[in-house]
């Protein structure tokens, strides 16, 4: 929707008091992302360019997640003849599967690998797309793309694992890529969007590195570093591992956010909150089976991090029903225990979806739109940022709030 239909929406609204429709209402309102991965975002279209560019280099096989056998990535790549069949080939959707979902990112990965300029690009694009779905606040997760050019460390290049050309690529490097695609395009639709560094689970020794880019970065507005993440699998895992690393961030005054209580169990949840000290948990879904340990979440002032259709699609969310039963979604125990919970989108490009959609089956689910503006203040208020940038998301969510729904803000 353009911003001009955007302001005859809510222009109608105010003189005839039109109610627009759920997707309208959700696409229109001023949102805040929290937890979304940027090459989980990548642009479909700047993939599949990439891709035909750089057949020759992609690896010709890679271990399957779903099989555990070769897969053959060049040629299921140069097999997609339309950008239609590469989009196929890049979303799990409908298999309800982690490993599916993986393997999506390994066929994808290898494309962007090692390319700064389409680092940029695709950290632009991320704008691009935020603020086509009116996302005016993001705390992104350069997840992949951090490993993805760490694999051009020495070791691994002896392994001739990935592309030889570029041999000095640094994590610093990479960074540096992201912020300036991401200034770039928040400049372009006066968004605002920071970064979120993330530890690799089975990479422990990256940690110290990501900590330090953390404190290097974290005065860099716009578009600084404000938080540290665990992906690729959970902290609890192997606490011990990462534990020295956050003991510094926590010293450091670094805010972390770790994914935990997604595929592993709710111990993993309590080492993120009361171990590490993480302010917020990404998913945490195993945390709703056990009323004791949201209880003293929720006491402690941890945040969730709830991305709905990833939780379908990748398996998270254990239902037996043939079709998903919203109203039973985690989110609603996690809300019933007084938790701040956020929405947030995970992997749109992957799970073909996007942040209004997001919101639009947390109201299929039974939230009405009141909570789901809750929701959003929510996310605002769990926000790393820096507190001038936030105030300005804030005043634009009260002014969506006064203007379409005037009746419950008074309220
Ligand atoms: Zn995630």
């Known amino acids: 929707m353009a911003p001009d239909e955007r302001q005859a ?55 399957s997640a779903v099989t555990g056998k070769a897969m053959a990535v060049r040629d299921k790549v140069a097999s997609c003849e339309k ?3 590469f989009e196929k080939l890049i979303t799990c959707k409908g298999q309800r599967s982690l490993k599916a979902m993986l393997d999506c990112f390994n066929i994808f990965l290898p494309c962007v690998r090692g390319d700064l300029n389409a680092v940029e690009e695709m950290s632009y694009r991320f704008c691009c797309r935020q603020a086509k779905e009116n996302v005016v606040y993001t705390e992104e997760f350069p997840r992949e793309v951090w490993p993805g050019l760490v694999r051009y460390s020495p070791h691994l290049l002896l392994d001739g694992e990935y592309f030889s050309g570029e041999t000095r690529l640094d994590p610093e490097a990479a960074v540096a890529a992201v912020t300036r ?7 372009e639709h006066g ?9 690799i689970s089975f990479q422990p020794s990256w940690s110290t590195a990501i900590v330090d880019l953390a404190l290097k970065h974290r005065d860099a507005f716009p578009c600084a570093v404000v938080g540290i993440d665990v992906a690729a699998g959970e902290v609890g895992d192997d606490p011990a591992q990462h534990a ?44 709703a089976d056990q009323p004791e340990l949201l209880k003293a979440c929720v006491a402690e002032g941890a945040h969730f991090e709830v991305c ?17 039963p919203w109203p039973k979604h985690p989110l609603h125990a996690m ?16 799970f073909v979806t996007d942040l209004t959609e997001e919101f639009c ?13 809750q929701l959003n203040r929510n996310a605002l208020q769990a926000a790393f940022g820096d507190r001038k940038e936030l105030q300005e998301v804030r005043r634009l969510i009260d002014a969506y709030a006064m203007q379409m729904d005037p009746v419950s803000v008074s309220a």
């Open 9 to 63: 929406v809510r222009a109608g609204y105010a003189t005839h008091g039109e109610r627009p429709d759920d997707k309208t209402w959700a696409h229109l309102l001023p949102k805040v992302e929290l937890h979304v991965h940027l090459d989980g975002a990548f642009d479909p279209a700047l993939l599949f360019e990439l891709a035909k560019k750089r057949l020759g280099e992609l690896p010709e096989n890679t271990e």
């Open 83 to 85: 950008l239609e069949d």
């Open 181 to 187: 695609g991401l200034r770039r395009g928040c400049r």
């Open 191 to 199: 968004i605002v969007v920071n970064q979120i560094l993330c530890c």
């Open 244 to 287: 020295p690393a956050f003991q510094r961030a926590n010293e450091l005054g670094i805010k972390a956010t770790l994914h935990a209580g997604e595929m592993g169990g709710p111990e993993n949840v309590r080492h993120a909150v009361f171990d590490f000290r993480a302010a917020r948990v990404g998913h945490g879904y195993a945390a």
């Open 308 to 324: 709905p259709t990833s939780s379908q699609e990748t398996g998270a969310w254990h239902y037996t029903d043939d079709k998903p």
């Open 335 to 350: 809300l019933e225990a007084g938790a701040s919970v956020s929405i947030n989108s995970d992997d749109p490009s992957v």
């Open 361 to 373: 089956v947390c109201l299929r689910a039974g939230l009405t739109r009141q909570e789901a503006l």
